[in-house]
């Protein structure tokens, strides 16, 4: 290997570096993170009209409580210059272990210590001035999404195991690198559609086989692509199909769509799925070899491994990183997701509170 090559891995790594802040609390401000998230939990979690209010004064009071480094590194994620937040040092919520089978959905939304992560999930998320929201045509319009192989897929077959897999959160199937939908458009409403989630968030009810999520930031990819590839990837040369996770009857397949968009107030910002985007045949030969340059670079990245438990959240900039999985090995991990909205978004509301947004 050459200096010179050397040189660009080193800078390539340290960029990588850059995109992950950890947020590590002391003992009394995740005493008063859990205070606040139990509070929140017995109004009924995230769903609840009065949730965003509590929410509010919970981030609003642990602030007041971080050191300046700490509201440094909430800024910068705040301002869109993180691809990944990771919060450690958290309180458990429950000490109960997981049961021998996973129960189904409907019985695990409502239990308290879901409902308590959940809250716990938008406060952080109100500590990056993100706000909590749903879509109206994902995940039946609730804004808790439970992460977990409910649809059958992953590496031990449920009961009832359908023969057709859903690829999508609710099953157990691997997950190539993706931005959460909708594709549309990325900051701003277009066409009628609004943007897709500026952050998700997720925190674990239980990981027993403590199986990670990874995070590609996608600014290191960019990087080595070069200008001409990241240019040639914000024209409308590009088709997407519909997520399996929308509610029937809404959502459709995408066409002349960009994977990239130069916004002036977070710079690049992506939307792509490796298992849903493709090249439209109308696509020069200029735009295939970027398409190609950005799918065999994602495919050589290092990801970021993270594993998360009821002591931990992660919360990924979901215009700035790509995220994936590999297949569920054990059928009673559960991930508690948020999707968050920045400041600097604008998107279609169709209610305030809770945050509903058409998709």
Not at 23 to 48: C, D, I, M, V, Y
Not at 89 to 108: H, K, V, Y
Request: hydrophobic fraction near 40%; include cysteine; aromatic fraction near 6%.
């Amino acid at each position: 290997m050459t200096e010179a090559i050397k040189r660009r891995v080193r800078t390539v790594e340290s960029y990588v570096e850059q995109e992950v802040g950890t947020l590590s609390f002391t003992n009394a401000q995740s005493k008063l993170l859990h205070r606040f998230s139990e509070e929140l939990a017995a109004l009924g979690g995230p769903q609840s009209s009065s949730a965003n209010a509590k929410a509010c004064d919970g981030a609003t009071e642990l602030k007041r409580s971080f050191s300046d480094d700490q509201n440094a590194l909430l800024t910068a994620y705040s301002d869109g210059l993180v691809s990944l937040l990771i919060f450690d040092g958290l309180q458990r919520i429950t000490d109960a272990s997981p049961p021998a089978q996973l129960p189904d959905l409907a019985a695990l939304e409502e239990r308290h210590d879901v409902l308590c992560l959940a809250g716990r999930n938008q406060i952080l998320l109100k500590l990056v001035d993100n706000s909590a929201f749903a879509y109206d045509m994902d995940n039946e319009g609730k804004l808790v999404r439970l992460v977990a192989n409910f649809k059958g897929g992953g590496l031990t077959v449920i009961h009832d195991e359908p023969t057709i897999k859903e690829l999508s959160s609710h099953s157990g199937l691997a997950l190539g690198p993706h931005t959460e939908a909708p594709y549309w458009c990325a900051v701003n409403a277009e066409r009628g559609h609004s943007p897709s989630p500026s952050s998700l968030i997720l925190s674990a009810l239980w990981n027993p086989g403590l199986e990670p999520t990874l995070v590609i930031p996608l600014p290191p990819i960019l990087e080595k692509i070069g200008i001409t590839h990241s240019l040639a990837l914000t024209t409308p040369n590009f088709q997407f199909t519909r997520s399996d996770s929308f509610v029937d009857g809404k959502g459709e397949d995408g066409r002349n769509v960009s994977i990239l968009q130069f916004d002036e107030k977070v710079g690049w910002a992506a939307r792509f799925n490796s298992y849903r985007f493709s090249l439209q045949d109308n696509a020069s030969h200029l735009v295939a070899r970027a398409y190609a340059a950005l799918c065999q670079t994602i495919g050589e990245a290092n990801p970021v491994k993270f594993t998360l438990t009821q002591e931990s959240a992660m919360i990924i900039n979901n215009v700035r990183a790509l995220h994936c999985r590999d297949v569920i090995k054990d059928n009673r991990r559960v991930l508690v997701r948020i999707f968050g909205l920045s400041k600097f978004s604008s998107p279609i509301v169709i209610s305030e509170d809770p945050l509903l947004l058409r998709g």
